[in-house]
T-cell receptor, first 114, second 114 residues
Framework: AQSVTQLGSHVSVSEGALVLLRCNYS??????LFWYVQYPNQGLQLLLK??????LVKGINGFEAEFKKSETSFHLTKPSAHMSDAAEYFC????????????FGSGTRLQVQP | EAQVTQNPRYLITVTGKKLTVTCSQN?????MSWYRQDPGLGLRQIYY???????DKGDVPEGYKVSRKEKRNFPLILESPSPNQTSLYFC?????????????FGQGTRLTVV
């Protein structure tokens, strides 16, 4: 069975600082990996996804993530945090077609300090 | 505008009083699912539907029912709600259940059972 672990339920950074949100996965088959963002009082929105090919994936709002098979990681980064990045971020994995389309991590709440 | 619409957004009810949360998508998506979001647990799948008249249990189906009589609608039914079903609920849809397909989420329904 697949699983996702997000290290750090809360991360706080200063505006302009690097954002690093950690995600590790467990899967017996090559995974497809996703990052979703949830702004206050809203549903989840896709930030980026990795399926196959290039391991560095660029998403919306300046975010990117790198798939590292040897480390079973898919960490999310942004070079310079903006106040509008304050939200909850979810890493998710998909390993099979059908029922379990997505398995989510427990989420990381990002705070951006002025 | 392509969207997933849930109603109501907020609901407070009493133990044992049947309720239905509606979900509708206008993207002609085959796959729909319901999740509940609880602090520290991320999103867990309740039920899913691969297509009209095809539904099945997710990870936490106890106490819930669903139906899929039309492609666009996927209501979530709580026949006898209990306080442990107090949660934030999300409906999601995707074009197919093929892994890697983006999921689109509704804005969520915050349910409180007293």
């Amino acid at each position: 069975a697949q699983s996702v672990t997000q290290l750090g339920s809360h991360v706080s950074v200063s505006e302009g600082a690097l954002v690093l949100l950690r995600c590790n996965y467990s899967s017996s088959v090559p995974p497809y990996l996703f990052w979703y963002v949830q702004y206050p009082n809203q549903g989840l929105q896709l930030l980026l996804k990795y399926t196959t090919g290039a391991t560095l994936v660029k998403g919306i709002n300046g975010f990117e993530a790198e798939f590292k098979k040897s480390e079973t990681s898919f960490h999310l980064t942004k070079p310079s945090a903006h106040m509008s990045d304050a939200a909850e971020y979810f890493c998710a994995v998909s390993v099979a077609t059908g029922r379990r389309a997505l398995t989510f991590g427990s989420g990381t709440r990002l705070q951006v300090q002025p | 505008e392509a969207q997933v619409t849930q109603n109501p957004r907020y609901l407070i009810t009493v133990t044992g009083k049947k309720l239905t949360v509606t979900c509708s998508q206008n993207m002609n998506h085959e796959y729909m699912s319901w999740y509940r979001q609880d602090p520290g647990l991320g999103l867990r799948q309740i039920y899913y539907s691969m297509n009209v008249e095809v539904t099945d249990k997710g990870d936490v189906p106890e106490g819930y029912k669903v139906s899929r009589k039309e492609k666009r609608n996927f209501p979530l039914i709580l026949e006898s709600p209990s306080p442990n079903q107090t949660s934030l609920y999300f409906c999601a849809s995707s074009l197919t259940s093929t892994r890697g397909t983006e999921a689109f989420f509704g804005q969520g329904t915050r349910l409180t059972v007293v």
